[in-house]
């Protein structure tokens, strides 16, 4: 069945999806199950390789010594029209040569353009990728690594950045925002035994060097915030531990990116919450019976609301998403 959705209706200034019981359009709106996070399943569920269609959030960041040649070694997830989410080791500090100055959305295969997935008969050609200009790079404050503890846990808390485009993205099928979770800074959701999807161009246990050409994903469980701390001791509450049951999990390239849940939204679907933002894994990519630790989204959502508030035109409050429709329980 072929999806038609309407984004001639999509105003600029929405994070997503137009609150039917608010017609103001001189405020942001925080994802809304609707256009956010739509899951267009007809997934290769067994296999690593998502289908073109899959995650239509997601950027690749784009770096440059010259603003000529680019390379791209992290991601990131559009949840507005203006703005990108990434981790804050992402971001380049002011003494590397590299600068972090474009973000590709619509991509699926690094090697072609336009993309192109062949079906057993049919055959899907996706758009030409979009390049954005960044206008604003916005690091968490408290995100104060220290050189002498790199890989430790604590040297990534607050590990989160906001990248604002110089230009609004359009929304369509292939480019599309994800829904933010509700805020919730001062407690832990339990999402202990949760699966959930992480996707990304990052190394592969085949490909070691440069990334994976194509789009790929893998499901993971949650642990609960006891098991994290039994591996790791005191994390910070803004950490989430996320795999380790198995070898899947991230790798390098694949920092920044996202950590979805596909939950009921309360309108008779489903759609993706982005939970976590990929921050710290192991060097050798194998997760088995190690777990990786994410940046926990629901912990910064004032932040981020804050954050892209005093950086807009729009001057009204920025309004969080509603809350889900079932709270997480141990």
Same mark, same amino acid.
Not at 251 to 279: A, E, F, K, R, T
Not at 302 to 312: D, E, R, V, Y
């Given at each position: 069945?072929?999806?038609? #959705?309407?984004?001639?209706?999509?105003?600029?200034?929405?994070?997503?999806?137009?609150?039917?019981?608010?017609?103001?359009?001189?405020? *942001?709106?925080?994802?809304?199950?609707?256009?956010?996070?739509?899951?267009? =399943?007809?997934?290769?569920?067994?296999?690593?390789?998502?289908?073109?269609?899959? *995650?239509?959030?997601?950027?690749? #960041?784009?770096?440059?010594?010259?603003? +000529?040649?680019?390379?791209?070694?992290?991601?990131?997830?559009?949840?507005?029209?203006?703005?990108?989410?990434?981790?804050?080791?992402?971001?380049?500090? @002011?003494?590397?040569?590299?600068?972090?100055?474009?973000?590709?959305? =619509?991509?699926?295969?690094?090697?072609?353009?336009?993309?192109?997935?062949? *079906?057993?008969?049919?055959?899907?050609?996706?758009?030409?990728?979009?390049?954005?200009?960044?206008?604003?790079?916005?690091?968490?404050?408290?995100?104060?690594?220290?050189?002498?503890?790199?890989?430790?846990?604590?040297?990534?808390?607050?590990?989160?950045? /906001?990248?604002?485009?110089?230009?609004?993205?359009? *929304?369509?099928?292939?480019?599309?925002?994800?829904? /933010?979770?509700?805020?919730?800074?001062? +407690?832990?959701?339990?999402?202990?035994?949760?699966?959930?999807?992480?996707?990304?161009? =990052?190394?592969?246990?085949?490909?070691?060097?440069?990334?994976?050409?194509?789009?790929?994903?893998?499901?993971?469980?949650?642990?609960?915030?006891?098991?994290?701390?039994?591996?790791?001791?005191?994390?910070?509450?803004?950490?989430?531990?996320?795999?380790?049951?198995?070898? @899947?999990?991230?790798?390098? !390239?694949?920092?920044? !990116?996202?950590?979805? /849940?596909?939950?009921?939204?309360?309108?008779?679907?489903?759609?993706?919450? #982005?939970?976590?933002?990929?921050? /710290? !894994?192991?060097?050798?990519?194998?997760?088995?019976?190690?777990?990786?630790?994410?940046?926990?989204?629901?912990?910064?959502?004032?932040?981020?609301?804050?954050?892209?508030?005093?950086?807009?035109?729009?001057?009204?409050?920025?309004?969080?998403?509603?809350?889900?429709?079932?709270?997480?329980?141990?």
């Amino acid at each position: 069945m072929r999806l038609i #959705l309407d984004f001639s209706k999509v105003i600029t200034n929405l994070v997503c999806c137009p609150n039917k019981r608010s017609t103001k359009t001189s405020e *942001f709106i925080l994802p809304q199950p609707g256009l956010c996070g739509y899951s267009f =399943g007809n997934r290769i569920i067994m296999g690593q390789v998502t289908h073109i269609k899959d *995650f239509p959030w997601m950027a690749l #960041l784009r770096y440059t010594t010259d603003g +000529e040649e680019y390379t791209s070694r992290c991601g990131g997830s559009l949840i507005h029209p203006r703005w990108i989410v990434t981790a804050a080791h992402c971001v380049p500090d @002011a003494t590397s040569t590299s600068r972090l100055q474009q973000v590709r959305l =619509g991509e699926w295969n690094v090697t072609t353009n336009p993309d192109c997935q062949q *079906f057993r008969q049919d055959r899907i050609c996706a758009p030409a990728y979009q390049d954005f200009q960044i206008e604003q790079i916005i690091v968490h404050e408290q995100y104060k690594p220290n050189e002498a503890n790199l890989g430790r846990h604590d040297n990534y808390a607050n590990d989160v950045a /906001l990248l604002k485009l110089k230009e609004a993205v359009i *929304f369509s099928e292939y480019i599309m925002p994800v829904c /933010l979770p509700p805020a919730n800074p001062n +407690e832990e959701h339990r999402y202990g035994g949760y699966s959930m999807d992480i996707a990304g161009w =990052g190394n592969t246990e085949n490909i070691r060097y440069g990334g994976s050409p194509i789009k790929l994903r893998t499901s993971v469980e949650c642990l609960s915030s006891a098991s994290c701390r039994s591996v790791y001791g005191d994390i910070n509450i803004g950490q989430m531990c996320v795999g380790g049951s198995t070898e @899947a999990g991230t790798c390098h !390239g694949d920092s920044g !990116g996202p950590l979805m /849940l596909l939950d009921d939204n309360g309108i008779g679907s489903q759609s993706y919450y #982005l939970v976590g933002l990929i921050s /710290l !894994g192991w060097s050798s990519c194998n997760n088995r019976n190690r777990p990786m630790i994410f940046t926990r989204v629901e912990h910064y959502i004032p932040w981020l609301i804050a954050t892209m508030s005093s950086n807009s035109v729009v001057t009204k409050r920025l309004r969080g998403p509603r809350d889900l429709s079932q709270r997480r329980s141990n």
